[in-house]
């Protein structure tokens, strides 16, 4: 599971959209409902803005020090981070999407790079978000999407139809594995 630290800020982060997204802000304090939002005197409207900038700073803060601690790594859009626990594929990915995740998976050098530091750092090989359809064989990622990045070891996908899954080397290349091996778990959110 993912440290405690790492579920205050998945907490704050899908509190602070629900904000964004509906106009409301339950149990912050002076914030009212979106139905009260109608009419608001300027001040009301300016403590909701106060209050969601604070939220943003705090959230900043927080990201700060879990990569200060090495217990996320921020690529791009996406935050990094592993229990450093090994699993198959499907337990694996049931664990990142029990927290609102999904599993790693790499679009571009950057992202690869990040992934491939975690890697390095527990010595363990890591399962991606990545996998081949059950009749095509195709590679996709797990929301059924064709790659668009991938960074493959020579002579690398050669499971034909038995390595449905794929896995991360220490120096970064994938291999297409099969799905029931033991792997670290890396998640994306
Ligand atoms: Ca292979």
Redesign the pocket.
Known sequence: MLPYSSYILIALAALLVTCQAASKCPGISGLPGRDGLKGLPDSLASKRHDALANLKHRLFQLEAVLSLNGKIRKVGEKILASNGKKADFASALQSCEEVGGTLAAPKNEEENKAVMDIVKEHNQYAYLGIRKGETSGQVKYINGMPLSYSNWHQR????NGK?KCVEMYPDGTW???KCNMYRLTICEF
């Not at 690398?156 to 499971?159: H, K, R, S, V």
């Open positions: 690398e996908p050669n499971g390595e291999n297409d594995k």
